[in-house]
Nanobody, 127 residues
Framework: QAHLVESGGGMVHPGDSLTLSCTPS???????????MGWFRQAPGKGREFVAA????????FYVDSVKGRFTIYRVAAENAVYLQMNSLKDEDTAVYYC?????????????????WGQGTQVTVSS
């Protein structure tokens, strides 16, 4: 199964910014109008947590409360890509960030609805 490729992670200080990107690994992975693209994260010793999602058709966006006002998810349809702009990063944002595709068009918060997961990209926020 084709998967998504995440990139853009790194080690930064609190207050810094990063932009993560997510693109299909091959052309056979098509993002359809009904899809929802989402970012999740997994911190050490914790489960995978929803971060943000965007509907491909009408660009509706959803965020977990802890990142509202700091993170922005956006899609570039022409590139078949999804980005996560992360500002004012905090220590608690440290995690591996994953991008997934939800073909059901619903339950944007539910990781079990997503697939085509990539290997993730590590974000470390530390002073």
């Amino acid at each position: 199964q084709a998967h998504l490729v995440e990139s853009g992670g790194g080690m930064v200080h609190p207050g810094d910014s990063l932009t993560l990107s997510c693109t299909p690994s091959e052309d056979s992975l098509v993002i359809y109008a009904n899809d929802i693209m989402g970012w999740f994260r997994q911190a050490p010793g914790k489960g995978r947590e929803f971060v943000a999602a965007v509907t491909w058709r009408n660009n509706k966006k959803f965020y977990v409360d802890s990142v509202k006002g700091r993170f922005t998810i956006y899609r570039v349809a022409a590139e078949n890509a999804v980005y996560l702009q992360m500002n004012s990063l905090k220590d608690e944002d440290t995690a591996v960030y994953y991008c997934g595709r939800n073909p059901t068009g619903e339950a944007w918060y539910d990781g079990s609805k997503y697939g085509n997961w990539g290997q993730g990209t590590q974000v470390t926020v530390s002073s």
